[in-house]
């Protein structure tokens, strides 16, 4: 069983910056990768990046290429989301997930099997 924890939210005025982190412990066998995913209030939950843990390759939502970035630290277990020029759009809530995968890229799509609790991001002035 795999566990996820996310940190680094918070209140942020527009233009600002955050850095989330997605704390990985337990065990999860053979390959796997972690998206980022969000849901503001009365909205569907949306994928908004992912990452391989093994290769390292990445995928984003059109929409935030260039604002976000998704990295990790296999020596920490942690992936994380940097977050730049932060809109009011952004605010919502932050998961992390995981997904066992022997190949293949990552996907926006959460049928994810593994989710941490979130973090609030509120962008606001």
């Known amino acids: 069983q795999l566990q996820l924890v996310e940190s680094g939210g918070g209140l942020v005025q527009p233009g600002g910056s955050l850095k989330l982190s997605c704390a990985a412990s337990?065990?999860?066998?053979?390959?796997?990768?972690i998206g980022w995913f969000r849901q503001a209030p009365g909205k569907e939950r949306e994928g908004v990046s992912c990452?391989?843990?093994?290769?390292?390759?990445?995928k984003y939502a059109e929409s935030l290429k260039g604002r976000f970035t998704i990295s990790r630290d296999s020596a920490k277990n942690t992936v994380y989301l940097r977050m730049n020029n932060l809109k009011p759009e952004d605010t919502a809530v932050y998961y992390c997930?995981?997904?066992?995968?022997?190949?293949?890229?990552?996907?926006?799509?959460?049928?994810?099997?593994?989710w941490g609790q979130g973090t609030q991001v509120t962008v606001s002035s």
């Open positions: 337990g065990f999860i066998s053979g390959t796997y990768y």
């Open positions: 990452i391989r843990a093994n290769s390292g390759s990445t």
């Open positions: 997930a995981a997904k066992p995968s022997p190949f293949g890229p990552c996907t926006l799509s959460p049928d994810y099997d593994f």
